[in-house]
C-alpha cells in the first residue's frame, strides 16, 4: 500500500515568488494534516482538513499562505509572496476520520528560500 | 498550555548501551503520549504509544511509561543498534480541541558500531 505521497522533495526558490506543495493521502484517509517543521524542531500543525473542510485552519498564516482540497482527496499547500523565513520542511499526514487515530507522515517538502 | 521538553541532543552511544531520551510534558486535560521516530529522508513514524496514566507502550525494543505524577514519558531501550539512529520526537495529544498533536523538538540519536 502506497505512503502519503509529497511533491516536490526540495525546492529552491527566491523571496517573493510563489510556491505551491502537493500531498496524496493514504487511500481512504479522510483526515489531511499540513505541517511546517523548522530546522531542529519539532511539526506544527497549519491545517487540518476532514474531507474538503478545513477544520482547523488557526495557525495558517492566511496573508501568504494557503490550502485547498477541493474534492476531499489530494491537497495544495501556497505561499505567495515567499519569505526568507518560510525556509522549513512541509509535511502532509493523513488518518482515518476524526484526530484519535494513527497520523501518516509524507518525507516532506525541503523549501529554501534565497 | 499545552506543551512537550525533551532532552537536548545529539545523544551518541555505542552499539548495545542502555538508551533514555527524556521527555515531560503540561498539557490541559488528561493527554495521550506518543513517540514518533524520523530516519534521514524520511516521514516521522509513530513508535509507540500511552493512552493512559501507568500505560506502557513498547515496539521494537522500546518502551515508554505514561507517568501522570512526574509528567513525564521517557523513551528506553535496553541495547541500541546502529540502525535507530534517527530523531526521535515526543508529542502530546488532548482530546477535544480538535485532537491537535503537539510535539517536541526531537532528540537526534547517534549509534556508533
Known amino acids: 500500500e502506497a505512503g502519503v505521497v509529497q511533491s516536490p522533495r526540495y525546492k529552491i526558490i527566491e523571496k517573493k515568488q510563489p510556491v505551491a506543495f502537493w500531498c496524496n493521502p493514504i487511500?481512504?484517509?479522510?483526515?489531511l494534516y499540513w505541517y511546517l517543521q523548522n530546522l531542529g524542531q519539532g511539526p506544527e500543525l497549519l491545517i487540518r482538513y476532514e474531507n474538503e473542510e478545513a477544520v482547523d485552519d488557526s495557525q495558517l498564516p492566511k496573508d501568504r499562505f494557503s490550502a485547498e482540497r477541493l474534492k476531499g482527496v489530494d491537497s495544495t499547500l501556497k505561499i505567495q509572496p515567499a519569505e526568507l523565513g518560510d525556509s522549513a520542511v512541509y509535511l502532509c499526514?493523513?488518518?482515518?476520520?476524526?484526530?484519535?487515530?494513527?497520523?501518516?507522515f509524507g518525507p516532506g517538502t525541503r523549501l529554501t528560500v534565497l | 498550555g499545552n506543551s512537550v521538553t525533551q532532552m537536548e541532543g545529539p545523544v551518541t552511544l555505542s552499539e548495545e548501551a542502555f538508551l533514555t531520551i527524556n521527555c515531560t510534558y503540561t498539557a490541559t486535560g488528561y493527554p495521550s503520549l506518543f513517540w514518533y521516530v524520523q530516519y534521514p529522508g524520511e516521514g516521522l513514524q509513530l513508535l509507540l504509544k500511552a493512552t493512559k496514566a501507568d500505560d506502557k507502550g513498547s515496539n521494537k525494543g522500546f518502551e515508554a511509561t505514561y507517568r501522570k505524577e512526574t509528567t513525564s514519558f521517557h523513551l528506553e531501550k535496553g541495547s541500541v543498534q546502529v540502525s535507530d539512529s534517527a530523531v526521535y520526537f515526543c508529542?502530546?495529544?488532548?482530546?477535544?480541541?480538535?485532537?491537535?498533536?503537539?510535539f517536541g523538538s526531537g532528540t537526534k540519536l547517534n549509534v556508533k558500531p
Open positions: 487511500s481512504g484517509h479522510n483526515t
Open positions: 499526514a493523513s488518518s482515518f476520520s476524526g484526530g484519535a487515530n494513527e497520523q501518516f
Open positions: 508529542a502530546l495529544r488532548v482530546a477535544g480541541n480538535f485532537n491537535k498533536f503537539y
